[in-house]
């Protein structure tokens, strides 16, 4: 039965011997057949873990009002606050659901205006926005500014893996990441009381847009991936990061690597009267990164499928369709 492995990756992080080709065995495994694992020994310190949850926490407890301060101007602007109204994750799939039970928060690597210079390509705006802060809490800013350089470090160690995985050059993704476009989302799942609306969800079945993203989650149920036609569980691991791949990676790949539908539900018994926290970090190509078929995952019998697509169309694109599916 396919299932959710994890992946020590310490030892290829440590640069001990052979011990990067093991990790990329096992992705390669993951990512053909779940698209989903879990990393441990990522070095990702638990304190700094925590502490993003809990300065997220006092924000999204702040009153609506205040929030609404720090909420995007337009649908172009995605940045900053979108709260419980705002999003549906299974219209991105054509699916008329009610709004996902959830409030985000959100952020980019671009309030460095050399970045934004380096990043900005032809209708890249809304991709290289700056972000939108809020005034309280004062420590919300430089902790989560602390995780994204933490997480973004962590996504180019685990480039070399993913190319070893492919058969490809360990440099081979460096210069197509060189401008990444990255996102980190504070998610904040408010406790639910009563009976939620017909097919509502905490975030509703989806796929990501991207090539990767990285989950740290509270140790409280929800998150599950469609397996075979069945809805399982996403294991916990204590100190662990989930790692899903998106559907850029997998057009990338030829559909030999898969992006995989996910949803949060709401939890039963106690759980769901309780509030749950979850920070993904969306790694993602540069704006102007041309996706073609990496030409290891060709074969006689698997012809290239795809024509190439720039990223940051392919990502907005999908980003726009999520906004406009209100309910």
């Excluded at 009153?63 to 995605?78: L, N, S, T």
């Excluded at 100190?239 to 949060?264: C, E, I, K, P, Q």
Aim: proline share 9%; hydrophobic share 40%.
């Amino acid at each position: 039965m396919i299932s959710v492995p994890t992946v020590d990756i310490g030892p290829a992080l440590a640069g001990e011997p052979g011990a990067v080709a093991e990790a990329a065995r096992a992705l390669d495994e993951a990512c053909t057949t779940s698209g989903f694992f879990v990393i441990t020994g990522h070095g990702v310190p638990p304190e700094l873990v925590e502490d993003v949850m809990a300065q997220g926490r006092r924000f999204f407890r702040l009153p609506f009002e205040d929030k609404q301060r720090v909420a995007p101007p337009g649908p172009e602007h995605y940045r900053g606050y979108l709260g419980m109204d705002t999003t549906s994750l299974a219209a991105t799939l054509g699916d008329e659901v009610p709004p996902d039970l959830c409030e985000s928060f959100n952020i980019n690597r671009f309030d460095d205006p050399a970045a934004r210079e380096r990043a900005y390509v032809e209708g890249a705006d809304a991709a290289v926005h700056p972000n939108l802060w809020p005034e309280e809490p004062a420590e919300l800013r430089p902790v989560l500014e602390r995780y994204y350089a933490v997480m973004e470090q962590l996504c180019v160690d685990l480039l070399p893996i993913f190319a070893g995985a492919l058969g490809l050059p360990s440099t081979w993704f460096d210069d197509k990441m060189a401008e990444h476009t990255a996102l980190l989302l504070l998610n904040w799942y408010p406790p639910v009381s009563g009976t939620a609306r017909p097919a509502q969800l905490r975030r509703g079945a989806h796929t990501d847009y991207g090539a990767f993203t990285i989950v740290a989650a509270e140790q409280i149920p929800g998150l599950q991936i469609l397996l075979d036609e069945t809805w399982v569980d996403v294991p916990a691991v204590p100190g662990g990061l989930v790692v899903n791949l998106g559907d850029l990676m997998a057009r990338w790949t030829n559909d030999r690597w898969v992006s995989t539908l996910h949803r949060v539900v709401i939890p039963g018994g106690p759980d769901q009267e309780r509030d749950r926290m979850s920070v993904p970090y969306f790694f993602q190509p540069s704006y102007g990164a041309l996706i073609e078929t990496i030409p290891t995952t060709v074969t006689e019998d698997r012809p290239s499928r795809y024509e190439p697509v720039m990223s940051g169309k392919w990502i907005t694109a999908k980003s726009m369709s999520m906004l406009e599916g209100q309910a």
